[in-house]
Each structure stands twice: as structure tokens, then as C-alpha cells.
């Protein structure tokens, strides 16, 4: 069975890496591995990883973000058992059903490439990525990280409905949107985008160490390209990018170390 890799980049943070971790563990294993691409943490980071049975890839000094998606590629291209992998953020929650839809995508729409959607805080710059844009309006509900599952579902409710109403003439309006640019906190990709492999045998760009990773590699061939790169607007990622992680992730996690105690004495 083909599956589909999860590489999280990590510098710090961990209280961030270990709420992700909760929600990865909502997901079906059978269908999504992780592995956590760590750049030099000096918290613990490495060693709550390892304690807790994550794959993880160290290295001896920080070398940037951009190498650790260059880890994360070499990773995947090198195991023929994933058919698209993920790059993102540590500073996140997956939904159960969002990567289903990204992967849905990847296979239906003859792209290499496809992002979700996110807060209005969270996809930063790229406003195209915020769901308001696309359900609603500026809604607050959707900032509230404990409603992350619920967005996710009415989604699938969304989808559900437009299928069942009036045969399927009105699932145009779910089609992908073409994208020419996107926030790089969460990204998937096919097997395709080995194409765009630099000659040496990076697929981003090794000079760009913590910015413009946009620009991660031959953009111009990829994103040029209308039928590459997609906005799947039935997946849903929550980023807590300026959302504040002790006001609201506390509140959202304040039984995390009862559950991460309770797993470890059944493991």
C-alpha cells in the first residue's frame, strides 16, 4: 500500500512538536509515516523524540531550514513506498481528512503540487490560502486551534452536500485553484516533482537558508506551469502563526503530558 511521508522541520519549539504529535496520532497510520527533520534544537526536542519512538534526523550544527527540506526530499525520493510526501511547519494541527483531500488532489488534477488551506493568521502574505476567503469572510471561529477538527468537517459536510444536491454539477466550485505562489508552512508533493531535481541532487535551493523559500527551487518551471501547482480547498491545516501559543495552545493542551504519561506506561 502506497503511503504518503509527513517530514516536520523542528528548530526548538517543542511544546509546538508535541501538540502536532497529537494530532498526527488521530490519523491512520497505515496510510501516513512521520518523520521529524530536526536543525540543531538545543531543548528536547531530540530526546523527546526518541523517547517517544519518532523517526528523527539530526544534525551535528544548524544548517537552516531549507536543508532540512532538502533531508526531507532525499528521504522520500529514496523510499519507493511513499507516493507524495509532506513538508511542514512544526506549528501545526492536521485534521483527520484533510490530508486524504490533498492526496485526492495530487491523483485527480495533473499537478506535482498542492497546499491547503489555513487561518487568515495563519497563511500569512498568501491571503489566497486563508478559508475565509473562500467560506465566508473573516469568521473567528476559524483561529480558535480547538476548533481545528470541526473546520475540517464541515468541509467534508460542504462537500458531501454539493454531491448530493442537484446530481454533481456543482462540484466545480471545489475544483483546485492554480497557485503561483503559497506560504511554505505546509506543502505536499508528488513523486512528479522529482523532475525539478537541481543537478546537484537538491530540489531547494542550498543558498537560501531562512528566506525566500518560495523561491525553493526552479520556480519558473514548476509555478509558469498552470496545471502544477494547487490550492485544495477541501483540506484544512491549522498554523499557529501569530496566533499566541500560551493563550490559546495551554488552553487547548492542558491535558497533553496526562495523555503523553498515560501512552508511554502502555508502551
Known sequence: MAKTLIAITTYNQSKY???????FLKLDTNLYDLIVIDDASTDDTVSWCKENSIEIITKPEGKGLTDSWNRAYKYFKNNSI?????????DI???IGALDEMVSTLKRWPGNLVVPLSTAEGCGHNKIQAIGVHYGGDRSEYSECENYQSIQNTLLEYKKKL???????????LDPVRMKMFNGFFFMMGRGICQYEREDGNLFRPEYINTKNEDIFNWDNLLNNDDNAFLC???FIFHWKGVSFYKAGIKYSNDLNEHLNERTKHQ
Do not use: H
Not at 17 to 23: C, D, G, R
Not at 82 to 90: C, E, G, L, T
Not at 163 to 173: I, K, M, R, S
Open 93 to 95: 494541527l492536521i485534521p
Open 163 to 173: 454531491a448530493t444536491d442537484e446530481g454533481n454539477n456543482n462540484l466545480y466550485q
Open 17 to 23: 512538536t508535541k501538540i502536532f504529535y497529537e494530532s
Open 233 to 235: 480547498k477541501t483540506a
Open 82 to 90: 511513499y507516493d507524495q510526501f509532506v513538508i511542514a511547519n512544526n
